[in-house]
Structures are given as C-alpha cells and as structure tokens.
C-alpha cells in the first residue's frame, strides 16, 4: 500500500500563486507515476499535470500550460506542484495521485484550492 498526503491547498486571489505538495509512504518503491488531479463542483475528477519517476517526464492538461509546473523529489518521495497566475476556473479540490507499475491507482484525500475574482 501507498499513503500519499497534500499539503498546501487555501485561498488565492486572481492572479496568484500557490504550491501543493504530496508525501508518500508505504510501498513508494513500487510508485512509477506520481501525478495531480482535480475535481471542481459538479465535474467530473481530470488530470491536471503527472511526471515519471524514471525519466521525470512531465504531462499536463491544456488548461494549465505555462502556469502550472509538476516537479518530484524521489529521495523525499514527494510531489510539488506550483500554480502560478491562478484563475477562479482552477478551484477545485486537488488529489494527488500515485500509480504504481503494476498500474495500482492511490490517492490522497484532497486539498481544497479557491481562487476568488
């Protein structure tokens, strides 16, 4: 089992920026792909952005290109991501998520970010 737990998550204006993080303990051996997902009032859960353990390669919604950037520190086991020029259409509560490579899907319990206009 992997536990995984953000931090970070509050309110920004318009405009502004915010970091989340996300620590994983457990079996964080087995973790290939740590990533971040999303899911707003009355929406479906999307992915926001991810990135590989092996070759830190990184993948992002297009909706958050340019302003959002996933980055991983495997000796901490942790994720970060920093999102810049925060708009309100970004509020929603963020997951962090780990797949294992056995394709074993953890999640976190989700942070709450609300960008107010």
């Known amino acids: 089992q992997v536990q995984l737990v953000e931090s970070g998550g509050g309110l920004v204006q318009a405009g502004g920026s915010l970091a989340l993080s996300c620590a994983a303990s457990g079996r964080v051996f087995s973790i290939d792909t740590m990533g971040w997902y999303r899911q707003a009032l009355g929406k479906q859960r999307e992915l926001v952005a991810a990135i590989t353990s092996s070759d830190r390669s990184t993948n992002y919604t297009d909706s958050v290109k340019g302003r959002f950037t996933i980055s991983r520190d495997n000796a901490k086991n942790t994720v970060y991501l920093q999102m810049n020029s925060l708009k309100p259409e970004d509020t929603a509560v963020y997951y962090c998520?780990?797949?294992?490579?056995?394709?074993?899907?953890?999640w976190g319990k989700g942070t709450l970010v609300t960008v107010s206009s």
């Open positions: 998520n780990a797949r294992s490579y056995y394709a074993m899907d953890y």
